[in-house]
């Protein structure tokens, strides 16, 4: 069957549509419903929002304490002077998986990208979408309060060089095995191991030690291996990573308080499932040893 050629007026139309989804942006082509959901897997809000009643949220101001000094997080709005309106969604992906500022320098690991650089690509695009949706707030940036050499940003291209390996340029997020979607929302969307795992001196994290538990400045971080967890039933590591509840009827404290009732305690019955799924195959180490 022959067809018959397109009229003029047909491929005016056409051209004009096109050129209308050309200048589309890229990030309102994200599921901004799975980017909010991806922003409480990844715990977005606890890092980027000041810990003070009526902050806003990801305005910044956080502070994190560290044997380095105190890092606060950056305002993650779409505001174009003191947030990431200006940015791009390479730069907000270059962030991610390379540890990278939009200038090309370090960000510190005090942001976990040595775990965000195994998003996938859709969950990237996904969280940019929402978080170009949320109104924007003009509030500049604290600096952070770091003692030398350790606000020095250029050596962090040496710690990379020692500890940080960026993920694949085109990545899928698991969604059928549990295992494989636990490990990736523990190991990559709630970077768990970057508190759960030991760190050298140089802040290094032990990976053969993953999720063995460390010593923080708020105290002792406990052991996420079956070391610990073996006595814990499905049904008690659901309960606790919901309502913080331990089997003991202990009560969980923060900072892990604050991360149940933003990330964990948000995620789907499936999700809470293969979390728990992961950690049961983790393999059993110590609990490390105070130096």
Not at 123 to 132: E, M, S
């Amino acid at each position: 069957m022959k067809l018959s050629p397109l009229s003029s007026h047909t491929r005016l139309l056409l051209a004009t549509l096109l050129a209308l989804m050309a200048c589309v942006p890229s990030w309102a082509q994200g599921n901004v419903q799975n980017g909010l959901y991806i922003s409480k897997a990844a715990g977005c809000l606890g890092c980027h929002t000041e810990n003070k009643s009526g902050a806003t949220p990801f305005a910044g101001g956080r502070g994190l304490e560290t044997p380095f000094g105190t890092f606060y997080g950056p305002n993650i709005t779409p505001d174009k002077q003191t947030g990431i309106g200006n940015w791009s969604e390479a730069d907000f992906t270059r962030a991610l998986r390379r540890g990278e500022r939009p200038d090309g320098s370090h960000y510190f690991p005090a942001f976990p990208y040595p775990s965000f650089t195994g998003m996938s690509d859709k969950d990237i695009q996904d969280l940019w979408a929402y978080l170009r949706s949320i109104p924007p707030t003009n509030r500049a940036n604290r600096e952070h309060a770091l003692g030398f050499p350790y606000k020095l940003r250029f050596l962090v291209g040496g710690w990379k060089m020692l500890f940080f390996k960026p993920g694949p340029p085109l990545a899928t997020a698991p969604a059928t095995d549990p295992v494989a979607r636990g490990a990736y929302l523990v190991n990559v969307l709630g970077h768990c191991g970057e508190c759960h795992t030991p760190r050298n001196f140089l802040g290094g994290p032990d990976k053969k030690a993953l999720l063995a538990g460390a010593m923080i400045p708020e105290g002792k971080v406990p052991n996420l291996t079956p070391t610990r967890l073996q006595k814990w039933s499905d049904s008690d590591l659901k309960e606790y990573l919901t309502t913080g509840t331990a089997p003991n009827g202990d009560v969980v404290v923060e900072p892990m308080s604050e991360v149940i009732t933003n990330t964990t305690s948000q995620l789907t019955p499936a999700d809470l499932a293969a979390m728990v799924a992961y950690l049961r195959t983790v393999p059993p180490h110590a609990e490390p040893s105070k130096k």
